[in-house]
């Protein structure tokens, strides 16, 4: 099934960080191999829902009958007011929500600070058979981590290695790991904190800390560069996702998502009972 | 906003359990209270989608300026087929999952059968400002543990009395219970799994001991109408859904949805800083 017509290439070609990639190269406001409009992405946002539907509800299926060949973690970071609800409300959950794990990782609390910083993490990564999320992750601990010198520097040195192993592990489980920062530009994020204190409906989405981190945006920029030298693996690589354009990124983030749930090729499982003996079973009840 | 015109009157009132309620005297193929079309409801679904997906993130707003007045505590049981699995995907679904905490109580493992019987529901309890749903719950243990005799009569006696502190507790806390039962025909199991055995896609739905609790029907009847008589209370009533008709029990369910979310009155937290300094700050970063 072709759900989307207008992307010239598949999307983990297009934005996949590979070696030599440079943040700084990425224009957030441009929709590299989109060939289409925003009313395209819009109508083909919900072919693809129902394809991302379909492949779920194979790989749920599976599971049910114990067969899951593996599940899908995506993982979202970003800047604030980058679109991470946006991507969670709009493309995830148009998936059945029995399928879905979400897990939100917010400041940690102080048991979570008394342990390893992957200790949080662990019990959150997704069952087989499940669509994981992590809104922000891991990853925080090596960003604000990082930028707000949150730990020593050997300590978030040691990091680095320490989210390879653990994630290297988790895809020898048979968890296809989607790693995306949604990247918009610091004029956008200005326009889009404008708009949360122009709008009494969306006070409560503006935090003041937001702008302090905003001040530090050239050390984040900095932090996801390492970031991305670090961390984007063959098997468990990072997608950059220009976000400006909110239509841009949600579609996306769906083919990510789709050609993830794909690269399983779940399919209904086999009865595991004799039909013709519950039919009879069933008609004689 | 008026979304579900064709309901004659309040759902809560039309299939609320109250003194005197009889199972036996219900029809789950009746359309109680709903003066329209199964094409009406399709499209009344989506209008209260729209207002159900408006309160919820009045009240998640509230949660995350931590004032959320409470939550909403969705409470599925059914004989198999009722429809639990669409009533998550159909009505909860059209919510934004972030404000969605989703529990399916399955068959206790050995450990959770080494606790009190409530010890795995406690915890699974939504926070402040969430829409939890059950997908089965506490209420097994009185049906399913009454009609297999899974524990001695006057441990299921003891059982009632704990549920109904328990709820009382949870509604105490600031938690509104909405207990739906789906209640479908014997019949109109018998079609549904018959289609679950006809169609290779939904083998994976059909599970044998499905006809060996169906054998037991009359036995599950009998157990619901005693948990109706023993834990509807005026804090946390029953709502008996006839559910032989998919649309008739996706839209009362919605509408009760709506209904407990709206008593909450959530509305949007005010700013807890300074509009006009933030704007100032915001122009300066």
Redesign the interface.
Known sequence: MKTSPSWTHPVSDLLRVDAGFRLADIDPHATPGYDGTKADAARELAGGAARLSDLQERLF??S??GVAPGSVLLVLQAMDTAGK?GI??HV??AV???G?E?A?FKKPTEEELAHDFLWRVRPRLPAPGRIGVF?RSHYEDVLIGRVRALAPPEEIERRYAAIVDFEADAVARGIRMVKVMLHISKEEQ?ER??ER?DR??K????N?AD?DE??RWDDYMAAYQTVFERTSLATSPWFVVPADRKWYARSAVQQLLIDALASLDPH????D?D?AA??A??AA?
């Open positions: 299926a599976q049910v009958a609800g969670v409300r995830v959950g059945d929500p029995q879905v979400l939100s809104d200005k904190l404008t204190l009494p409906d006070h409560w989405k503006y003041p702008v905003r001040e209904w499982p086999a009865a009972f039909v519950e039919r079973r069933l009840s």
